[in-house]
């Protein structure tokens, strides 16, 4: 069982070393930072380069991120590859229901449309973790928990915290969610820009980047987080406009 309190992650001004220095330390210490739910400039609505991501990440005392961009992979892929130990391949799926559904530790695309049911079937065909997030999300985020119970048993993970979401009771409904159904505990920034990395840490044990250590990780660990700023949600209808309408280079 993991516990959930609200407070704001440290932040480190540091040189590469230091943090490295840090991260170490930690590990020491048996913690394991981790943001099972983020995005980079392979979302359609995010801006942010992908190392510039790993590196924000790593300065906010993070060990270990999953990049789960929507409906995309290769961003993942290509960061998994050059950062083996740092990143966690994801892919946040739109489902036919219009839900969102994350595949993580993936190592092939799922299409977009896909049924709910048949995504998760896929996932652990990949020999991936099936995590559900923010399942009280209201709209075509998660349907305002139409469907949550029947979606929550088949997945391994259930996000208990998004810092996105601005109403208690969504994250509190999930909470009770996994609880109801002896899920494991996740949680993320669901981060679209580089400011809101840091919001949310899933506090584990040190253990490698596999989907199965993950999973043992997982059943001890512990969530802090804060809810990020309403205005991010203006820098993704920013970041949508500009790819949409990208501004000519002159």
Known sequence: MCSQITAHSKTFNSSADELLKELQSRANMGTLCMDLHLHTAGSFDCLSDPDAVLDTALEQGLGRIAITDHNELDVALQMADAYPDLVIPGEE?????????????????????TPAIETIERIREQGGIPYLPHPYAAGKKGAGGRFAEKLAPLCDVVEIFNARLHQPKQNRLAGELAER??????AGSDAHTLGELGSVSVEVQPHPNQASALRLALAKGRITGSVSSHLVHIASTWAKFRKKFPIAQT
Request: hydrophobic share 35%; aromatic share 4%; with cysteine.
């Open 181 to 186: 159904h002896g899920s494991l505990c996740g």
């Open 93 to 113: 799926i739109k489902t036919e229901e219009s839900i969102d559904v994350i595949g993580l530790y993936l190592s092939e695309l799922i299409p977009k449309g």
